[in-house]
Structures are given as structure tokens and as C-alpha cells.
């Protein structure tokens, strides 16, 4: 079935740095992705819409300055925390629609990506 | 804003039939019901959707009230592995808005 992964799995970073996530889809071919931020005991926030070949549309909050997406191919999409601070923390779950599978609008979790900034 | 209404949390005993109560009195003819659910520290996993017929497949059942108001997941035999927070999510079916939103959900824990 359909598989989406991210890279890393965890990272921990000095505040003031820049950290890049990647989010794959493995088997099938990703037009569009989308990215959720999820601190502890809260639910998931969707971040930003990304789409493959054109700029991401981002949720009203969310500083796309700082939170840079990049969806080059259609198998991935990348997160750039820039200039990260503490409050930046979080688990970040990226996922895929499939755009050739039989219901064509589903959408594919990935593991998600702890951030620790120190 | 929610449009789905859930318990925070329940228990359920191990090998017994855990189900799951989801409100969502304002649903339009067009909307499809969602259940999603995350085992702790990983990615949200699809279970189930349904308009407004009752299905079934392999993880789970899906009961969806006649005036669509309200819907029950059913996980038939409860196992430990299915100790994780369901989110009940409504969804328009047209193509292309996909945002997927995600309200506080349930947290499940089956008891051995």
C-alpha cells in the first residue's frame, strides 16, 4: 500500500540553526502534501498545503518565512525550520494524496519528526 | 472550527468490542465521515470512511445513523495495539478540497 516516509525520524537542534525535513512518498506519485505540526497532548494543526511545482499555500498563523517548504518532484516535499527557536519543538507529520490510487484523494500519513531545540 | 464531537477519552477490555461515538449534527449531504487514528508518537493511520452506508473492512466497522447525524466506529476484538487517540473527522467529497481537520479525538485504552 501506499507508504510515506520522513527524514529524520528525530532531531535535536541548537536554537538560532535551520533544520530540513523530508517527507517521501514511496510507492506513488504525490502532486500534493501537506504538512501538520502536533505539540504534546494537542492534535494535529495542519500547517501548509504544498504542491508539486508551485508555491505552498499556508494556514493563516503559520510564518512562511520561517517555515519554508519545497515540493520539487512529485516523491517529496521539504520542511526547513529556519532560525529555530524552543517554541518551535514539535512532532511534524507530513502526508500525501495519492494521486493514482483507486480513491485518488486519500491521504497517506508519514511517521512524523520529533524537533528539539535547545 | 470542530465539526465533529467526541469523548475525550474511553477504556475498553481486551477481546471485547470497543466502540467509538462520534456527533456530527451539522453535516452536509455532501460530506463524507472519517476515522483516523494515532498510536502514540507516530502518523496518523486511516481506518474508515463512509457517506452514509455502514461499512466494513478488515480494521473496522463503521455505523453511520440514518439522518447522518451521529456515526460509531467498531473495532470488533480489542487488542492492546489499539490503545491510540481516534479522530472522527467530516470531509466534503469534492475533489480537490482535501484539507484534512483534526479535532481532539478519543483516546482509547484497552485494559488487559
Known amino acids: 500500500g501506499a507508504v510515506v516516509s520522513q527524514h529524520p525520524s528525530w532531531v535535536i537542534c541548537k536554537s538560532g540553526t535551520s533544520v530540513k525535513i523530508e517527507c517521501r512518498s514511496l510507492d506513488f506519485q504525490a502532486t500534493t502534501m501537506f504538512w501538520y505540526r502536533q505539540f504534546p497532548k494537542q492534535s494535529l494543526m495542519l500547517m501548509a498545503t504544498?504542491?508539486?511545482?508551485?508555491?505552498?499555500?499556508?494556514e493563516q498563523g503559520v510564518e512562511k518565512d520561517k517555515f519554508l517548504i519545497n515540493h520539487a518532484s512529485l516523491t517529496l516535499s521539504t520542511l526547513t525550520v529556519t532560525s529555530a527557536h524552543p517554541e518551535d519543538s514539535s512532532f511534524y507529520i507530513c502526508?500525501?494524496?495519492?494521486?493514482?490510487?483507486?480513491?485518488?484523494?486519500?491521504?497517506?500519513f508519514g511517521p512524523g519528526t520529533r524537533l528539539t531545540v535547545t | 472550527d470542530a465539526k465533529t464531537t467526541q469523548p475525550p477519552s474511553m477504556d475498553c477490555a481486551e477481546g471485547r468490542a470497543a466502540n467509538l461515538p462520534c456527533n456530527h449534527s451539522?453535516?452536509?449531504?455532501?460530506?463524507?465521515v472519517y476515522w483516523y487514528r494515532q498510536i502514540h508518537s507516530q502518523g496518523p493511520q486511516y481506518i474508515i470512511h463512509g457517506l452514509k452506508n455502514n461499512e466494513t473492512n478488515e480494521m473496522a466497522s463503521l455505523i453511520i445513523t440514518e439522518d447522518r447525524k451521529s456515526s460509531t466506529l467498531i473495532l470488533p476484538h480489542a487488542t492492546l495495539r489499539d490503545t491510540a487517540v481516534y479522530y472522527c473527522?467530516?470531509?466534503?467529497?469534492?475533489?480537490?478540497?482535501?484539507?484534512?481537520?483534526f479535532g481532539t479525538g478519543t483516546r482509547l485504552t484497552i485494559i488487559p
Open positions: 451539522t453535516i452536509s449531504g455532501n460530506e463524507y
Open positions: 504544498s504542491n508539486e511545482g508551485s508555491k505552498a499555500t499556508y
Open positions: 473527522i467530516v470531509r466534503p467529497s469534492n475533489f480537490g478540497n482535501e484539507k484534512l481537520t
Open positions: 502526508s500525501a494524496r495519492d494521486q493514482g490510487g483507486p480513491s485518488s484523494y486519500e491521504q497517506y
